[in-house]
């Protein structure tokens, strides 16, 4: 069974660089469409960026477009999310979610329910 354990939170300052590590283990990363997530307080949970089985198409939400990156390497069975120029609207829970979509697929979606497996979460807060 697939375990995901994200990793890299902290606080920052508007403006500044973080990157999240998911990691996977139980099951090979490989065969997973992978998304990223986050849910700022009193807001619902929203898709930030995802990235397909294949590695070919990855999407981002347009409020990070241009500023984030997501990618993944599969001999680490680690996801990432490069976030830089961050603002205060950045300020969540990011969590990442992984669906067994097959070693090429080329889908991926940046909706919360097409995705059964979720990490813990880790908290990014951007703050002066």
């Known amino acids: 069974q697939l375990r995901l354990v994200e990793s890299g939170g902290g606080l920052v300052q508007p403006g500044e660089s973080l990157t999240l590590s998911c990691a996977a283990s139980?099951?090979?990363?490989?065969?997973?469409?992978i998304g990223w997530f986050r849910q700022a307080p009193g807001k619902e949970r929203e898709g930030v960026a995802c990235i397909t089985a294949s590695t070919k198409i990855t999407k981002y939400a347009d409020s990070v477009k241009g500023r984030f990156t997501i990618s993944r390497d599969k001999p680490k069975s680690t996801l990432y999310l490069q976030m830089n120029d961050l603002t205060s609207e950045d300020t969540a829970v990011y969590y990442c979610a992984a669906e067994d979509t097959g070693y090429y697929s080329d889908w991926c979606a940046l909706y919360d329910d097409d995705y059964r497996t979720w990490g813990q979460g880790a908290q990014v807060t951007v703050s002066s």
């Open positions: 139980g099951s090979y990363l490989d065969y997973y469409s």
